[in-house]
């Protein structure tokens, strides 16, 4: 879910903050079917088997740190119920991966470093940013952040050489949220001469990271064969 920075807060009225539009819905609907995927997988399998733990670190900082102003800053009911459940299902994620089925947790295999992502986001927030406060470096480090995190995941895949079906799922639906949001931004771009040149920067990496595993979907999941990225 898209949530505005510090200065954009102050800049505009909450309505215009929270101006829907097909394609942020969408993606929004779709974020909210990978995680809900990721946590049946989980549950029903009682198994985290082919999932990066260190990703869902990622994500999970990602949500803490974006969505500070949840005691301070009010959207919308819709805005401040998708900020609690972000964050409550990562934690979630993180308590089932790490303790409730932590013995089929593959930490071998799981072994990409978290530093390669988190220091350079940390020092490109304190770089580049709309402006030089507390509250808004954690915003921009989000966003850097959520746009490589999933790169332990992909790592994962290519160690191990493939992924349940139903990953696979959750991993697209996680890049269609993404590929939606740049529509999103489009859209405002000319339906409210509205532009935030990181967040579209920071969309169109993540979603190139997803380019391989895009093609691979279509062509081997929709057909109903198990997926692998090249090593």
Same mark, same amino acid.
């Given at each position: 879910?898209?949530?505005?920075? &510090?200065?954009?807060?102050? &800049? ?29 997988? !989980? ?12 990703? &869902? !670190? ?67 927030? %304190? ?26 995941? %992909? ?41 935030? %040149? ?30 692998? %990225?090249?090593?």
């Amino acid at each position: 879910i898209w949530a505005p920075s &510090q200065k954009q807060t102050q &800049q505009h009225s909450s309505p215009q903050l929270d101006k829907m539009n097909i394609f942020r819905l969408v993606g929004d609907m779709s974020h909210l079917g990978a995680i809900i995927l990721l946590l049946l997988k !989980m549950w029903k399998s009682r198994s985290v088997s082919g999932i990066s733990g260190k990703s &869902q !670190m990622c994500f999970c900082l990602v949500f803490i740190t974006r969505y500070l102003d949840l005691f301070t800053t009010f959207v919308s009911l819709y805005n401040t119920l998708m900020k609690v459940f972000f964050i409550g299902s990562s934690v979630a994620t993180l308590y089932l991966m790490y303790f409730k089925f932590k013995a089929t947790y593959d930490s071998n295999h799981d072994s990409f470093r978290l530093e390669f992502t988190v220091i350079p986001c940390a020092l490109l927030a %304190l770089i580049v940013n709309h402006e030089f406060s507390v509250l808004e470096i954690l915003w921009t480090f989000s966003i850097y952040l959520e746009s490589v995190a999933i790169l332990p995941q %992909l790592f994962l895949i290519t160690k191990t050489g493939e992924a349940e079906t139903i990953t696979s799922h959750y991993l697209f639906a996680l890049g269609a949220y993404r590929g939606l949001y740049i529509l999103n931004w489009i859209y405002r771009y000319y339906a409210e001469n509205f532009f935030d %040149l990181i967040a579209i920067v920071a969309g169109c990496v993540q979603t190139c990271l997803y380019g391989d595993f895009f093609y691979l979907y279509v062509t081997k999941v929709l057909k109903g064969r198990s997926i692998s %990225l090249p090593a």
